[in-house]
């Protein structure tokens, strides 16, 4: 892995709701020896990409990354839109938002929002990509393509990455046809025993950029009357952002 993937993946590993990391948490997270990981820490700070934690033990975003968010958001990229329409979305729900790119044959979360709720489900934003014929927020991604060219990404063969996941082209096409219909995609237990996703993809007509982004939630709390209010503001949210020129 290069220098770069690897802050990356470190970078990652930050959320609204985690913003100081030690060197320990970050090796856990990203399963990498703690002196790798140490070395590359102390790199980024003196980048300004990681500041020092307030109490000295760990390291937080540094002032390089505010800087460039604050002109991201100012630019109003379809990021910045895709991750203020999944925060209102999780703060009104309770449940976790994510927003996510593919990279080749994966999703890679690109920002966390995390719920009010009490439990929390989904992937963390440092752990393993998911496939994405194996993921709500993949689905809704590969919906937006033709089937040829899903046939193409995909060299013609599924991931079978779960149980639950499609174990033939003709079933990922099927689920991908029902996608186009409703206009969301929808997971259980792909990301992990006992989670749902809601996901619906979001496009720049004018850079042709995809987005995902989804509300992962405990499929044991969750009932159909939530769901279908989840949902309806996942599609609001999306239909806010293709409404309005980017």
Known sequence: MSILASAVNVLRCFSTTCSELTVTEVAQLLGLPKSNVSRLLRAMREAGLLDSARDGRGYSPGVL?????????????LGARAHAAVS?????????????????????????????????????????PLYVD??????????????????ELLDGQVS???????????ELFSRLAQVRERGY???HDEAGKGIGALAVAVRDERTEEVLSFCITYPEATVDAVEL???????????????????
């Open 65 to 77: 990354l505010v800087g460039l968010g604050e002109l991201a958001s100012v630019g109003q990229t």
């Open 88 to 128: 209102r979305v999780s703060e009104q729900c309770g449940h976790a938002g994510f927003v996510s790119a593919r990279y080749g044959r994966r999703m890679v979360g690109l920002t966390h929002h995390a719920g009010r709720n009490p439990l929390q489900v989904g992937v963390f934003m440092g752990g393993n």
């Open 134 to 151: 194996a993921c709500a927020t993949g689905r809704a991604l590969l919906a937006t393509l033709h089937d040829d060219a899903v046939r």
């Open 160 to 170: 079978q990455a779960t149980p639950q996941s499609p174990v033939t082209m003709d």
């Open 185 to 187: 995609a929808e997971s």
């Open 228 to 246: 279908r209010s989840i949902t309806e503001a996942l599609l609001q949210a999306r239909s806010d952002i293709t409404r309005t020129p980017l």
